[in-house]
């Protein structure tokens, strides 16, 4: 078997700049990076990774935990964090909890095993203090969170204003004339979702609109609560005349029971959705939504991981810790383009659903 110091003869190089090749330590230059994957290639080196983790207390491998893989925003997280490990010579295991915190406490007892450098994670909701991960942190595993900021630790995260962004779709709504908005949320266990609503209830306040606790109904971020909420809002007689949604996913649901009621949008009823998906544009009618740096939020996770890694390799565990907050924009389309009519026409189906996400009192 061919040894790392045979690849270093062949290329001309140093043993020092063969091991920066392999582990991205350091920055080598084309010509000997080129000279060293030659050798490496002719020798049909393989660098043995099982010995090196135990030599350096590493094994450039990341984990990442996301609670809905088939949700598209997760999938471009995961794309971005996955580019940016590649580009450090890291690699990244991804795990799906499912929004259930008993599989994620289970991924990450796994993930310690597995000895992987740090963690990127997007928390389930919980009624708990997350004491698991706070606990990952305490062994010395740095954790950057996603998009969530879990409630009662410290800890590295990359979001976005999720308040300022929900309340400028909502105002845009009340701009185009709404006054009667309902909001579709999330689980309020999660900090992205009660953030959503108090952006909601703000822009109603600044416009001096009543917080009528009967149009906030509390979904679970999936298809089929955005569907079962709406069809109970859209079958009263005094429907809102425009629905704000707290992800794209249940903004699908819901346009799937606008046309169950046999309802236009955006005539009868407006739509505006947290999320932008990249079937947005092909929707009939396209889909006003607050678009979200999904790939750039991955990407920079794993780059602050990845600092965090190398900066406790070299200087010991940091305890400032970094709040990175990108911009989000609003994209308006033909959902939101007409005003709402003075007399809006009954919905052609009625479809009885109990719905246990919304509330039955007024509030305001």
Do not use: W
């Not at 010509?31 to 043995?48: E, G, K, V, W």
């Not at 990341?62 to 940016?84: H, K, Y």
């Not at 955006?266 to 939504?289: G, I, K, M, N």
Request: charged content about 20%; some cysteine.
């Amino acid at each position: 078997m061919p040894t790392i110091k045979e690849v270093a003869r062949l290329a001309k190089v140093s043993v020092g700049s063969v091991s920066n090749v392999l582990t991205g330590a350091a920055s080598v230059s084309l010509t000997r990076r080129t000279r060293i994957l030659h050798a490496m290639r002719q020798l049909n080196y393989h660098p043995n990774d099982i010995a090196r983790s135990l030599k350096l207390s590493r094994t450039h491998t990341l984990g990442m935990v996301v609670s809905d893989i088939t949700n598209p925003f997760f999938s471009q997280l995961v794309r971005g964090a996955e580019e940016a490990a590649l580009k450090r010579n890291y690699f990244l295991l991804t795990f799906n909890t499912d929004d259930l915190v008993e599989r994620e406490m289970q991924v990450l007892t796994v993930m310690r095993k597995r000895r992987v450098d740090g963690a990127l994670l997007v928390v389930a909701p919980s009624h708990k203090r997350p004491l698991h991960i706070a606990e990952l942190i305490s062994l010395g595993t740095p954790v950057v969170c996603l998009d969530r900021v879990p409630q009662g630790i410290r800890v590295d995260s990359v979001t976005v204003d999720n308040v300022s962004a929900a309340r400028n779709c909502v105002e845009h709504l009340i701009d185009r004339g709404h006054r009667k908005i309902a909001i579709i949320t999330g689980s309020l266990l999660l900090q992205t979702a009660s953030a959503r609503l108090r952006g909601y209830t703000a822009a109603l306040s600044a416009h001096r609109l009543p917080i009528d606790s009967r149009l906030i109904g509390e979904g679970n971020f999936r298809i089929e609560s955005g569907y079962d909420i709406a069809i109970e809002l859209l079958s009263r007689p005094d429907r809102p005349t425009a629905l704000f949604v707290s992800n794209g996913l249940m903004a699908i649901g819901v346009m799937k029971a606008i046309r169950q009621l046999a309802l236009q949008c955006p005539q009868d009823v407006a739509l505006a959705s947290f999320d932008d998906l990249a079937l947005s544009e092909v929707l009939q009618p396209t889909l006003t939504a607050v678009e979200q740096p999904a790939y750039e939020i991955g990407y920079r996770g794993a780059e602050l991981l990845m600092q965090r890694i190398e900066s406790a390799r070299e200087n010991g565990i940091s305890s400032r810790l970094a709040s990175i907050v990108l911009p989000t924009e609003l994209k308006l389309r033909d959902s939101t383009s007409a005003k709402p009519s003075r007399h809006p026409r009954p919905s052609k189906q009625k479809v009885g659903v109990v719905c246990k996400g919304l509330a039955t009192t007024a509030e305001g």
